[in-house]
C-alpha cells in the first residue's frame, strides 16, 4: 500500500497558516512551493484531506492556479468530515471515520503516494499511527503568529529520521 505522506509548506517560524487559518500568505511562493515543478503531483495517487482544506482555504482561490497542487491535480480525494454533503461530488469521497478514510486513500492511491492536505488531519493521523511521512516545504518569510505544524500542547514527543533534503523541503519518516 501507498506511503501516506503529509505535504505543507511551513513559515521560517513555523506557521502554516496565518490567524485564524489564512492561507493567503503562501500564494506570492506558488507555485514553488506547491511541489509542481518536482514532479510530487506526478507521484501522488490520492489526496486526504481535512473538510476546511477541501471547502476552500486554498491560497490561489479564484485563479486558475486554484486547486491541490496549483490546479494540476486530478484524480480521486478523501476527504475526512462530520459533515458529510447530501450529493455526491466527483472523484470525491467523504468519510467521517480516520480508519475508513485511510483505508480508502490507499486503495485509491494504486501504491502511489496520498498526500495528506490539512493540519488537523495530519495531526490526527499522527496521533493513531497512520502517518509514514512528512514532507516540509520552508517558506522564507516570518508569518509571528498562525496555525503552527503539529502544535498541541502537551503533546508526545515523535522521533523522525530524515529521508531527503532538496533545497528548503524537508522529507522526514515517522518512526514509530
Request: aromatic share 6%.
Amino acid at each position: 500500500m501507498g506511503t501516506l505522506q503529509y505535504q505543507c509548506s511551513m513559515s521560517l517560524d513555523g506557521f502554516i497558516a496565518g490567524p485564524g487559518g489564512d492561507m493567503s500568505w503562501l500564494a506570492e511562493y506558488l507555485p514553488d512551493q506547491a511541489g509542481v515543478d518536482d514532479g510530487l503531483v506526478d507521484r501522488v495517487g490520492a489526496l486526504l484531506v481535512g473538510a476546511r482544506t477541501f471547502r476552500g482555504d486554498d491560497p490561489n482561490r479564484g485563479t486558475d492556479a486554484e486547486g491541490a497542487y496549483g490546479g494540476q491535480w486530478s484524480g480521486p480525494s478523501v476527504v475526512l468530515t462530520h459533515h458529510i454533503p447530501d450529493e455526491p461530488v466527483e472523484d470525491v469521497t467523504f468519510s467521517s471515520d480516520l480508519d475508513e478514510a485511510v483505508a480508502t486513500a490507499k486503495e485509491a492511491a494504486g501504491g502511489k503516494l496520498v498526500s495528506v492536505l490539512g493540519a488537523d488531519v495530519a495531526r490526527q493521523c499522527l496521533a493513531a499511527g497512520l502517518l509514514d511521512e512528512i514532507l516540509v516545504t520552508v517558506t522564507p518569510v516570518l508569518l509571528g503568529d498562525g496555525v503552527r505544524l503539529f502544535h498541541e500542547p502537551g503533546g508526545r514527543t515523535v522521533k523522525l529520521e530524515t529521508v531527503d533534503v532538496t533545497g528548503l523541503t524537508l522529507t522526514l519518516r515517522v518512526l514509530r
